[in-house]
């Protein structure tokens, strides 16, 4: 089964939570301290997804989430700071709206 866990929808850009994550808590470490903080603890929501069909393009790890979902949780916690969502909407766009098919 390759849809996502939370939204029912395909996984057509598998780049796992933990990936994105990384690459989010770095750019969020840069920009306040505190919300990094909030963004650490992410990682913890989504669990290893062992029994995943679909894996991720960069580490293998199994992906039963899709960017989307995982972006979607950031821009909750950014919602505290209005300037900081709209930055990280503007920078991580291209996981909210990869097109498939497209590549
Ligand atoms: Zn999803
Ligand atoms: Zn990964």
């Not at 969020?28 to 995943?52: C, G, K, N, T």
Request: proline share 7%.
């Amino acid at each position: 089964m390759d849809v996502c866990h939370v939204c029912s929808e395909p996984v057509t850009n598998p780049l796992c939570p933990h990936c994105l994550h990384e690459t989010v808590r770095q750019w969020v470490e840069e920009e306040d301290q505190d919300m990094a903080r909030s963004i650490w603890r992410l990682d913890e929501v989504f669990p290893d997804m062992a029994m995943a069909s679909v894996h991720c393009i960069r580490c293998g790890r199994g992906v039963e989430v899709c960017p989307h979902c995982y972006t979607k949780e950031v821009r909750d916690i950014l919602g505290k700071d209005e300037q900081l969502q709209a930055q990280f909407t503007r920078l991580f766009n291209f996981h909210l709206h990869a097109p498939p098919n497209m590549a």
